[in-house]
């Protein structure tokens, strides 16, 4: 069967906690300025990618691991977007020399990644100076067995607690670290997640329903996938928010 993340990239959804609302705090907490060379780690469909450069004027790069996210993110780009650029990449291997990023950012996506590997590949490609924005699903109590095993077994998510996830960035050489960790509002993360798709809310719908109907492993990987989400361990929300971590190399 599709995992998770192959169900949403077939039809090129992209998800992050707190949406953009939360990637604008991120680039304040960056002290992002209009002359900076951004890299963004796990760009998915591109609209982040895109809404950053409409945001901040700034060069950007976005990779991701799934070859169908960047064939969604190039659809969206204009031909007066030359300063936007998507390619396949590897968060744990990224292919661009060192010292190289004013800043990268990652949401929602290197809690899916092995983060000994990861952070330490961002910290690499940063200027010296340069800053590392990752938002990422925190603990904000401690989870249950049944919590933490259904979001590895389910989403494939390793979640960390906000000590872990600040240990993480200072093992990998960042200084000047600091954290806002959020607690979940259901309603604005729906309205969040949509405000994401807005760019191209029917055709991934339509692509949705045409692999549903015409794919026998995409229909049994996403009635799955729906089955398991009917049965989420009860009172998950409360254990998880969203943190903004950033460092500086």
């Known amino acids: 069967m599709y995992s998770y993340f192959e169900i949403q990239s077939k039809i090129g959804i992209t998800k992050h906690m707190g949406g953009i609302e939360a990637t604008r705090k991120l680039l304040k907490m960056c002290k992002v300025d209009n002359t900076d060379n951004i890299l963004v780690v796990g ?3 591109g609209f982040s990618a895109i809404k950053i450069h409409e945001i901040t004027g700034c060069r950007v790069m976005g990779v991701d691991i799934s070859e169908e996210m960047i064939l969604r993110a190039r659809e ?3 031909p007066t977007d030359s300063e936007i650029e998507f390619r396949v990449g590897d968060a744990e291997n990224l292919e661009f020399p060192d010292n190289i990023f004013d800043v990268v950012l990652s949401e929602s996506v290197t809690g899916f990644t092995d983060k000994k590997k990861s952070i330490p590949e961002y910290h690499r490609v ?5 800053y590392l924005g990752l938002n990422e699903v925190t603990w904000i109590s401690n989870p249950s067995h049944e ?5 590895r077994r389910v989403m494939g998510l ?3 607690t906000e000590d872990v996830w600040l240990s993480l960035l200072s093992e990998a050489g960042f200084k000047n670290i600091n954290s806002s960790v959020n607690s979940m509002d259901q309603w604005k993360q729906m309205r969040g997640d949509f405000e994401l798709q807005s760019m191209d809310f029917f055709r991934i719908w339509g692509r949705f329903f045409n692999l549903y109907l015409r794919e026998r492993e995409y229909r049994k990987s996403a009635n799955h996938l729906a ?3 009917l049965h989420i361990p009860r009172g998950f929300n409360r254990y998880y928010g969203y943190g903004l971590y950033v460092g500086q190399k």
């Open 126 to 130: 940063l200027k010296d100076g340069g």
């Open 227 to 229: 089955w398991e989400t």
């Open 158 to 160: 390793m979640a960390e």
């Open 76 to 78: 969206k780009l204009k």
């Open 43 to 45: 760009s998915g469909n």
């Open 147 to 151: 919590v933490d095993e259904f979001c």
